[in-house]
């Protein structure tokens, strides 16, 4: 399983603080954020979005990068605020 975690706006426009998604088989971080939009019923674009900030065990990633099992990730409105 890894850890999803909302901060901010993008937990406003998600309903929720965050959740957990079993992770099978490394996966990238697009993928999975869209993966876990339908699974809590809202728009992938409210978690992919090209102006938010995304973190992999507290490191800064892109959409390209690859989630694992036991990883968190957290899903960041831009620092300046917005979206």
Do not use: C, W, Y
């Not at 065990?57 to 989630?67: C, H, I, K």
């Amino acid at each position: 399983m890894a850890t999803l975690k909302f901060f901010a706006s993008v937990k406003d426009r998600a309903g929720r603080e965050g959740m957990e998604v079993i992770v099978s088989a490394p996966t990238p971080l697009k993928t999975f954020l869209a993966d876990a939009a339908r699974a809590i019923g809202v728009d992938s674009a409210i978690l992919t979005h090209p102006s938010l900030l995304f973190a992999i065990n507290q490191e800064m990633q892109g959409l390209d990068a690859m989630v694992t099992n036991g990883d968190e990730v957290a899903v960041l409105p831009p620092l300046s605020g917005g979206l």
